[in-house]
């Protein structure tokens, strides 16, 4: 399972069906009230955990959390730049 | 007749009806007191229709904003109680709360109704667009002594001091406990108050308090440092109701926008604020961080309102309606903290507790599991926690529930889990794990998605250590936090 894909499951088992049963990797996770800061930390604790880097404080903003790919995209250069988690 | 934190709302609303109430999350929107006391007769209406009687509990599955807000003040408005299901628990933890607090009925988010109906009639209700209410099946008997309280709010939780037990508030307690608060506050028809947390875990002596003394709220649209201080800016916030985490990323936000100029107080609640995110607040803002003291048991003993910098680092003085005794040992000047005031908490649930037989164990004291010392001024300072209690991001659990799902794992002999020192979260969670012989040990995806079954994501551990054996203090009992004994607070 590559990045996007894993984020999609992950958030399409975190959402209780309120996106159904596929969402767009384009699809405005912010605009809709998905990732509100109790989703935003789990999204970033799984990712953490399944990928092993890490979020810096300054890596919360709106522009990595608001699609599947900006986070997935945010990952990728996370793991070039070998932001490992300690 | 008994006191109501409805009709309450119902007097500020009659006082100042076309005051805005609810301000977001669009820049134009905005309800006022009538516009929202109509809402909440309308909603209590289709309750009573619905069969929902006095006296019962309700469990309510629903995201937190404003109608959130306007579903307790409809069920307060029928003389009902409420327990809050919250939203991020998994559906297990969910149906758990079913077994530990007798529910009459539920309201849930049409999405998310599907996570409970194991309990409930097949037959619901609407109420509103997404709300469907629907009476509850199986569940546990209420104590008998609960008929006796005037009971606003039965909050699962384990309290203070460990096991789960439920906190029952009435509609006195929370009264007395928004007055107290409001010493300090002086919250009142000129303030707006942004606020960022869930309604879960923090309505009484807060949003309560907005609609009893005529505040408004305003809800930005996320909690983006960007979305935040614009939502302030532009619906001018005199106070900020938010977790140490929210401040950060505030501090994070790069777009160089300010405060409002009208901002009184940066109000930091759910839990301790680590000094680094203090200093970074003020170095970008120029605004000190008013830090609070909050307890289940006993509301907001104290509120740093100083808006002093050297006295950044404390909870604050305590507020006139709460008595504090330091429990020392001699030569030392820091000790548990005890406290007694007007609003503790009714009742412990289950197995029940009276406020009287809880507070006759130490002489009409609370006794918090807190360690604290006082200033010469008078100003408490919180140094240490003496219970193992964890928290992420403001949400606070105890380990025993994490290490019980763990120590199911077939792989894992035993399990000991502690909160370890975050800069984002304040805590973060890790797990000692022993293999079970002959078992392979899985790795941490595995682990994750097996406690991704049972636990909502703030309790997953972000690190497993495998480890030959727990370690065990000299009387047996297991030394869940290898690094530090005692758990640093505001470090």
């Known amino acids: ?86 | 007749m008994s006191r109501n934190c409805a009709r309450i709302f119902f007097d500020t609303a009659e006082r100042q009806a076309d005051h805005p109430l609810i301000l977001g999350p669009d820049a134009g929107d905005c309800v006022s007191y009538a516009q929202f006391r109509d809402e909440v007769l309308a909603l209590a209406g289709a309750l009573r229709a619905a069969g929902l009687r006095a006296g019962q509990n309700v469990g309510l599955l629903f995201p937190s904003g404003r109608q959130y807000i306007a579903l307790v003040y409809a069920l307060w408005a029928c003389d009902a109680c409420v327990t809050p299901l919250p939203v991020e628990l998994t559906p297990a933890e969910k149906l758990q709360i079913f077994d530990h607090v007798h529910l009459d009925a539920v309201i849930a988010e049409r999405r998310l109704i599907g996570q409970v109906a194991a309990r409930l009639d097949s037959a619901s209700t609407p109420l509103a667009a997404q709300a469907l209410y629907a009476g509850v099946t199986h569940s546990c008997s209420a104590p008998p002594q609960l008929a006796a309280v005037n009971a606003a709010f039965i909050r699962f939780t384990s309290g203070t001091t460990g096991s789960a037990k439920g906190v029952v508030l009435s509609h006195e307690s929370i009264h007395e406990r928004i007055c107290a608060a409001n010493a300090a506050l002086q919250l009142g028809g000129a303030d707006r108050v942004l606020w960022l947390l869930s309604m879960d875990y923090h309505f009484a002596v807060s949003i309560v308090a907005y609609l009893s003394f005529g505040a408004a709220i305003i809800l930005p649209k996320n909690s983006f440092g960007i979305s935040t201080l614009t939502a302030a800016r532009q619906h001018r916030a005199t106070l900020m109701y938010a977790s140490p985490t929210h401040y950060n990323l505030m501090v994070q936000d790069d777009s160089g926008m300010g405060l409002p100029d009208c901002l009184r107080f940066a109000i930091v609640t759910t839990t301790a604020l680590p000094v680094q995110i203090g200093e970074a607040f003020y170095a970008r803002f120029g605004q000190v961080l008013n830090e609070t003291y909050g307890i289940i048991e006993l509301g907001l003993p104290a509120i740093n309102v100083s808006n002093r910098r050297d006295r950044q680092g404390s909870v604050g003085r305590l507020l006139p309606a709460y008595e504090l005794r330091i429990e020392c040992t001699p030569g030392d000047t820091q000790g548990e903290i005890l406290l007694r005031s007007p609003g503790m908490l009714d009742a412990y649930y289950s197995p029940w507790q009276s406020r009287e037989q809880i507070l006759a164990r130490d002489g009409g004291w609370l006794r918090t599991g807190d360690l604290g010392r006082l200033s010469e001024d008078g100003y408490l300072y919180i140094v240490g926690r003496s219970k193992d209690m964890i928290s992420v991001g403001g949400l606070k659990f105890f380990p025993d529930e994490v290490e019980t799902v763990l120590a199911q794992h077939p792989a894992i002999q035993a399990a000991t889990v502690y909160g370890r020192h975050d800069g984002r979260w304040g805590q973060s969670v890790v797990a000692q794990l022993v293999l079970r012989p002959a078992c392979a040990a899985p790795g941490n995806d595995e682990l994750a998605a097996y406690c991704r079954q049972y636990l909502a994501p703030y309790k997953i551990p972000s690190q497993f250590q495998w480890v030959d054996k727990l370690s065990y203090t000299a009387s047996g009992k297991v030394i869940r936090n290898p690094e530090r004994t005692l758990q640093p607070i505001g470090s």
């Open chain 1, 1 to 86: 399972m590559d990045v996007q894909q894993d984020i999609c499951h992950y958030i399409l088992s975190q959402t209780a069906g309120k996106l159904g049963e596929s969402v767009d990797v384009d699809y405005d996770l912010i605009e809709s009230g998905i990732m509100d800061s109790l989703f935003m930390m789990g999204v970033i604790t799984h990712l953490e955990q399944r990928y092993q880097m890490q979020f810096g404080l300054h890596d919360i903003v709106p522009r990595n959390f608001r699609t599947i790919r900006t986070l997935s995209d945010f990952v990728a250069r996370a793991l070039a730049d070998n932001r490992v988690a300690i």
